[in-house]
């Protein structure tokens, strides 16, 4: 299990609510996680925010630790 799964399934809610403030242009659709679907959600994320899985990874450590 990578370390961005054990992330978004440990707290998920609280880590959408930060992306959502960080990042104003996220909705609740872009953000919709479903288990096993990781890697979807983390397409959807790369897309919506122009950046590489490299970076939505990070961001999403940054803010989970934050």
Do not use: C, P
């Not at 959408?16 to 996220?26: A, S, T």
């Amino acid at each position: 299990m990578s370390a961005f799964t054990q992330q978004i399934k440990g707290n998920w809610n609280e880590l959408k609510g930060k992306l959502k403030q960080e990042y104003g242009d996220l909705t609740d659709d872009d953000l919709t996680y479903a288990e096993g679907k990781e890697d979807e959600l983390l397409g959807k994320l790369q897309q919506k925010l122009g950046k590489t899985r490299a970076e939505v990874e990070s961001e999403v450590d940054r803010l989970s630790n934050s």
